[in-house]
């Protein structure tokens, strides 16, 4: 079975943003980007799906920004087969919608036929939380989002996910998408030498046109603002004052 | 035109502050329908009725969609999408699966975690962890979104909408619901309690949660952990607070032990009241607290539930 990964070049999640003056998007000069942290765990669950025999092949695809290619080669080098890069725009500070990153997905599985996709739940960027569930949508496929474990069976997938209240067990119909949460496992960092490998690894170069695809956004960016602060209160020295101050003063309790 | 909210209904039960708070959201965008959908949701759609500012329920008494799955309630939506200008849930976990699935069939985009609606077609949403807020207008035909209830107060009761039942949309039968697994609690639930009692890192273990749980009890609090602590096994993943958990907006909001990771801020510095217990002065939680207190966790916390 092939499994294709979608994965995104996000601001590193250690990287305080910052809101440009502006109010045009945040600050991403000289900005640590890496793989979105739901999509390496995507890719973790793609090679151990590999290493127990139950994938054969694994494709990773982003779209984006040309500079996305770097964020491929890591996902080469923790142990995908290939990757195929669809540049769908030439300035970092756009953000190509999951609606359209999911039709870009749909033109992709029609080529390469997985019997499984792999999505991260959302990006830490845009906060979403769509691509996966949109794409299900577009192809016809079961869905089986925000999980934490998953058991393929044959033509079915039986996942754990994780819901509101504690989990939730669902089977799935195959082929299917599914979106992972933090806890499915924790994903290898890659060694040196699969570094090096990585950089022979095939790397496909696409357009949106070449799967006649429109990505012009639906939602129109008006501003982007910081959001309102929190000014730092009051040390208190006791338990007893603590008390005091949240009966008397703040009158919560 | 007119709103289709989308309730949450957990066994039967309407999720009734959920869906009050994003009826408060939209509620200024026309008449707002709410669709009750489950074998058994009767009650719940009796519910939902009674909710001042709904001016209809719709009651789909069918089989298929007790547990919230995602692709016959996504068909049974988009059935029903061509009367709506808005397609709306609360930012659950269950509309989270669902509504993106309904914007796709559709062919419009989501709005995600919408925190304030400025008119019919223009939101504002959160990006970036809640570190950058984004306003954005739709140009599609349909908006579909879901609602981050924190931002919103619940609307009241009052209300007397007609329930009307509708026939369920054929089930594509991609999926099969086998088992929820959800802990039964006391305590009030995260994201609608006035006080959340969460403990981080610094709690050490899954037996001392059993403190910031004793802590909470003492104040009818619900509990919350941060990341740190969930990923540690401290605690329970439905109890995370945060960007990738729940987002919550208590009266008073107690961090105990959790430094204040961006990540874990997204999800409750919209709390009226934050009180923090650390031992670190230089922990980040300390820069929005309200009331910071620099102690040992294990000798104040036994203290605040004495004293309390």
């Not at chain 2, 879901?146 to 991609?174: D, M």
Request: some cysteine.
């Amino acid at each position: 079975m092939k499994v294709l990964v979608p994965v995104k070049r996000v601001i590193d999640y250690n990287v305080k943003v910052r809101v440009k003056a502006d109010g045009t998007g945040v600050d991403l000069a000289n900005v640590k980007m890496s793989m979105n942290p739901f999509d390496e765990i995507a890719v973790e669950e793609a090679i151990r799906l590999k290493e127990k025999g139950v994938a054969t092949e694994i494709v990773v695809v982003s779209i984006g920004v040309k500079q996305a290619q770097e964020t491929l080669r890591t996902a080469l080098a923790m142990g995908a087969d290939r990757a195929i890069l669809i540049e769908a725009a030439a300035d970092v500070q756009t953000d190509i919608e999951p609606l359209a990153v999911a039709k870009l997905l749909a033109a992709v599985v029609k080529e390469e036929n997985p019997g499984l996709v792999l999505c991260g739940k959302q990006a830490i960027d845009n906060d979403m939380n769509a691509t996966g569930q949109m794409l299900s949508a577009l192809l016809g496929w079961s869905q089986a989002t925000f999980i934490s474990d998953l058991k393929i069976d044959g033509d079915k997938a039986v996942v754990t996910r994780e819901v509101d209240g504690g989990l939730q067990s669902i089977s799935v119909k195959m082929p299917t998408i599914v979106t992972v949460d933090l806890r499915l496992n924790e994903p290898r960092y890659a060694s040196l030498p699969n570094i090096m490998k990585a950089k022979a690894k095939p790397l496909a170069l696409k357009t949106p046109a070449d799967f006649g695809v429109d990505v012009t956004p639906r939602l129109a960016v008006m501003k982007t603002t910081e959001p309102a602060g929190r000014k730092a209160g009051v040390k208190v020295g006791s338990v007893d004052e603590l008390i005091a101050k949240l009966k008397d003063e703040a009158g919560v309790i | 035109m007119a709103v289709l909210l989308i309730a949450d209904v957990n066994e039967g039960h309407l999720a009734t502050d959920a869906v009050a708070k994003t009826l408060t959201a939209v509620k200024a965008l026309g008449d707002v329908h709410v669709l009750v959908a489950g074998t058994g949701g009767d009650a719940a759609a009796a519910e939902a009725a009674t909710l001042a500012g709904v001016s209809k329920v719709l009651f789909a008494d069918d089989h298929s969609y007790c547990h919230g799955m995602a692709e016959p309630t996504a068909a049974l939506i988009v059935g029903l999408a061509g009367g709506y200008s808005h397609i709306v849930g609360a930012s659950t976990a269950f509309n989270k699966n669902v509504l993106p699935r309904v914007a796709a069939l559709l062919d419009v985009m989501v709005l995600s975690d919408v925190t304030a609606v400025v008119d019919a077609d223009t939101f504002e949403r959160p990006i970036y962890a809640g570190n950058a807020i984004q306003t954005v207008k739709s140009l599609d035909k349909v908006k579909v979104a879901t609602v981050r209830t924190a931002s919103f107060e619940a609307a009241g009761k009052g209300g007397s909408a007609a329930v009307e039942k509708i026939a369920a949309a054929s089930n594509p039968g991609l999926s099969d619901w086998v088992e929820d697994r959800v802990a039964t609690s006391d305590r009030p639930e995260l994201t609608s309690a006035g006080i959340v009692v969460s403990g981080g890192r610094g709690v050490g273990s899954q037996s001392d949660f059993a403190l910031i749980e004793k802590l909470a009890d003492k104040l009818g609090a619900a509990v919350g952990a941060s990341r740190a602590a969930v990923d540690s096994g401290y605690a329970p993943n439905d109890w995370q607070v945060g960007q990738t958990g729940k987002v919550v907006a208590p009266q008073l909001y107690v961090a105990v032990g959790i430094s204040g990771a961006i990540q874990h801020l997204a999800g409750m510095k919209d709390s009226k009241v934050i009180v923090a217990i650390n031992k670190d002065p230089e922990a980040p939680i300390l820069s929005v607290a309200d009331y910071g207190l620099e102690a040992d966790l294990f000798t104040a916390v036994p203290e605040l539930v004495k004293a309390l």
